[in-house]
């Protein structure tokens, strides 16, 4: 699990280009929008699809991003779930 919060936090700084952040400043339960790294609606549909590319796991619906989009704990659990074995 920590080498996919690690990959998740590598994708964060490289494609979403998050500015002054290195991948080891990102702790495991900052808050991905708002106060925390302050994503915004434009980043979400960015990781949806990079989600999908670098781990072939679709978010369908809003509701599934919300709750998998908190930080990178619930976001990397919800990877770890609906990977395919």
């Known amino acids: ?3 996919l919060k690690q990959k998740i ?3 964060f700084v490289n494609d979403l280009k998050i500015q002054g952040v290195k991948p080891e400043d990102i702790a495991d339960d900052t808050q991905l929008f708002g ?3 302050g994503l915004d609606s ?3 549909v960015e ?3 990079l989600i999908q ?3 072939d796991v679709k978010i369908a619906t809003m509701d599934e991003g919300k709750d998998a989009f ?3 704990n619930t976001l990397a659990q919800y990877i770890k779930d609906h990977q395919q074995a």
């Open 47 to 49: 990781l949806v699809v």
């Open 42 to 44: 434009l980043d979400a």
């Open 70 to 72: 908190v930080n990178i």
């Open 9 to 11: 936090k590598e994708i």
């Open 53 to 55: 590319k670098h781990f």
């Open 35 to 37: 106060e925390g790294l």
């Open 1 to 3: 699990m920590d080498e």
